[in-house]
């Protein structure tokens, strides 16, 4: 949006995310202007590592950097798990403040990266198109990387209560690089690390706050997705909703699943393309209607009102009373 590049353009990336006034800001923009439904708070998933001990770079255009990547035991036992009033207290500061501005107008979600996701950065040192390192740790020293997964999960169960404490009203796991392991690895250095904190978030909060559960290209193994015991599963769009919401079954919400390229697309096939999603998930509740993965920078303002709005519209005719 030209208000967030307004504001990008004076500040740098990390300098956002920890200026609690500059993160409510650009958080309140999408629902002052776009019309969603809920708020999302301006942050990313690297601040837990950097909070853990690493040296963290964004550079325009580059993506993501560590200083130093992790390649040993001794670089996992220099990590630390932070207090997330202390070493994140600028996202909980950020989270409370948006909460105030809303009012309750809509739900603020917080959200982070799932172990595994944050692990493939932290042993990689950066984003690659295959986290060739990362993967390489996994098969070879299944050991140690358990060993900072568990330290890695830790993590996220405390900062992501403490963003609960701080107002979140529901939370949302992002396992950005799930699809890039197979069936087994998923199980086991993953699925089994997001269930825990999803345990962990449940034994201090019940079922009060919702956990949202995303795992890009694990379509496929939506049945053990649901076993996390999370409350909504995200889907991708290269998975049918209709056949998403008959293996889920009843079990949890379905999040999803329009393709973000689409909408570069013109307004009649945005509208065509929302409402044969929401025609297949069909009536009744437990379908929170969304982009299959992020936004694309490039995408046009309107399209995503047209969005919101074509959803609003359409969305009536399958829920009753």
């Excluded at 020293?141 to 169960?157: G, Q």
């Excluded at 404490?165 to 949302?172: K, L, R, S, V, Y």
């Excluded at 769009?237 to 079954?249: E, N, P, R």
Aim: one cysteine or more.
């Amino acid at each position: 949006m030209p208000e967030y590049r307004a504001v990008r353009a004076k500040y740098d990336f990390l300098t956002m995310c920890k200026t609690p006034e500059l993160a409510a800001e650009v958080t309140m923009q999408p629902v002052d202007i776009v019309g969603v439904d809920a708020a999302i708070i301006f942050s990313d998933i690297l601040v837990i590592p950097e909070a853990m001990g690493m040296k963290l770079f964004v550079n325009e255009g580059s993506g993501p950097k560590f200083e130093t990547a992790i390649s040993s035991e001794s670089d996992i036992d220099k990590l630390i798990i932070p207090e997330p009033s202390d070493k994140l207290k600028y996202v909980l500061d950020a989270v409370s403040l948006t909460k105030k501005i809303l009012n309750n107008r809509v739900p603020l979600i917080g959200f982070s990266g799932s172990p595994w996701t944050l692990f493939a950065y932290m042993v990689e040192g950066n984003g690659t198109k295959d986290f060739v390192k990362a993967k390489t740790m996994l098969f070879n020293e299944p050991k140690l990387s358990h060993k900072l997964l568990e330290k890695i999960s830790s993590a996220v169960s405390q900062y992501l209560i403490a963003k609960i404490n701080a107002g979140a009203d529901a939370i949302q796991i992002f396992d950005t690089w799930g699809g890039m392991l197979g069936y087994e690895e998923l199980r086991e250095f993953s699925l089994r690390y997001v269930q825990k904190i999803i345990f962990d978030v449940k034994e201090k909060f019940g079922n009060t706050i919702p956990i949202i559960f995303f795992s890009k290209g694990s379509g496929m193994w939506l049945d053990d997705l649901v076993k996390t015991n999370c409350d909504v599963v995200g889907v991708d769009w290269t998975m049918d909703i209709s056949v998403a919401k008959y293996i889920v079954g009843g079990r949890t919400a379905l999040q999803g699943n329009f393709d973000p390229i689409m909408l570069l697309s013109k307004s009649e096939k945005i509208i065509s393309a929302t409402k044969t999603i929401l025609e297949k998930f069909g009536s009744g509740d437990g379908h929170i209607f969304n982009l299959g993965h992020g936004i694309l920078p490039n995408t046009p303002v309107e399209n995503a009102k047209l969005l919101v709005e074509t959803v609003r519209q359409e969305s009536k005719k399958y829920h009753h009373g």
